[in-house]
């Protein structure tokens, strides 16, 4: 297994700005996952992020919108760009494993007055 | 496009009743995982399956993957207020590296 930090825990922020939302894990991974869920509902897969190579986005997902960073094997960043109140919901990332088993964050709740 | 078709989407009963939650798909899985998760907190693996047919116990929770690797399912005997959470099942797609999650089953258990 594998504990992972986020920050920050949760944010208001206003609309047209931007938010960096940081992934830290306490050992080495090679595929690191940003997932968007609004409360109660499913997940939604935005992008993989590879250290060393440009982050894997999902349909409906851009870089321009969503940039990525992932620096080294431990750490990774999402910004969120131009916000609107559409991109209101909880980000988490993950870290996969053997069978892709996904170890997640607690989050980074986000509203966007 | 492989999809996941999980059900009942919402879920309240008393303390002590049984229930199943479902996964099912037209796609064969090479594995398929379940998750819970709490408010506040990311969801939490409890079992990954990997062989058609293989049954795993967790404590009060069953889960089983079908023959064909096509479906699952997860079923808790005498629910308890702790079981409350939101369950997810996540199959083990085409690509090596991706997820396809199910809708997701909200469940509580009234004391």
């Known amino acids: 297994s594998a504990v992972i930090s986020q920050k920050p825990s949760r944010d208001i922020c206003q609309r047209g700005t931007s938010l960096t939302i940081q992934c830290q894990v306490d050992s080495q991974v090679t595929m690191m996952f940003w997932y968007r869920q609004q409360p109660g509902q499913s997940l939604t897969l935005i992008a993989t992020?590879?250290?060393?190579?440009?982050?894997?986005?999902e349909s409906g997902f851009v870089i321009d919108k969503f940039p990525i960073s992932r620096p080294n094997l431990t750490f990774s960043t999402l910004t969120v760009s131009n916000m609107s109140p559409e991109d209101s919901s909880i980000y988490l990332c993950s870290v996969g494993t053997v069978y892709n088993e996904q170890f997640f964050g607690p989050g980074t709740r986000l509203t966007v007055l | 496009t492989q999809l996941l078709e999980q059900s009942p989407q919402f879920l309240s009963i008393q303390e002590g009743e049984n229930l199943t939650v479902y996964c099912n798909s037209s796609?064969?899985?090479?594995?398929l995982q379940w998750y819970r998760q709490e408010p506040g907190e990311g969801p939490v693996l409890l079992v990954t399956v990997v062989t058609g047919g293989e049954v795993k116990k967790l404590k009060r929770l069953t889960f089983q993957f079908g023959d064909a690797r096509k479906d699952s399912s997860l079923h808790i005997t005498a629910a308890q207020p702790g079981d409350t959470g939101l369950y997810l099942c996540?199959?083990?797609?085409?690509?090596?590296?991706?997820?396809?999650w199910g809708a997701g089953t909200k469940l509580i258990i009234k004391p």
């Open positions: 996540a199959g083990q797609g085409d690509s090596n590296y991706q997820l396809i």
């Open positions: 992020a590879n250290q060393g190579s440009e982050a894997t986005y």
């Open positions: 796609s064969v899985f090479s594995s």
